[in-house]
């Protein structure tokens, strides 16, 4: 293995901070929409049009997870691999005697 990480490596590390950055947007929207709409507003496919307030439990969860993705994306983004030393084989070979 070589002391310098790859750019494949690099790369991925961007593409998954680039996917948890826009999984993060949509987690925190979804949270302010169910900060600003009543549950009676809200499309069926985000709750039960028969309840009223604000979704509290689901508001909080959504905030919660956007930061989760937020903080994977800093992780995937920053994280560097420690580099590796190069583990030096035993020679097996006997002692020579003259």
């Not at 310098?4 to 996917?19: E, Q």
Request: hydrophobic share 50%; aromatic share 6%.
């Amino acid at each position: 293995m070589s002391a310098v990480p790859s750019d494949s490596s690099a790369s991925s590390r961007k593409i998954v901070a680039i996917i948890c950055i826009v999984l993060a947007v949509l987690f925190i929207v979804l949270g302010l929409v169910y900060a600003i709409e009543p549950a009676k507003s809200l499309p069926s496919i985000m709750g039960h049009k028969n309840s009223t307030g604000h979704h509290a439990l689901r508001m909080a969860a959504s905030f919660i997870i956007g930061i989760v993705f937020v903080a994977a994306a800093w992780i995937a983004k920053a994280y560097k691999p420690k580099p590796q030393v190069p583990t030096s084989t035993p020679d097996n070979s006997a002692p020579v005697s003259h």
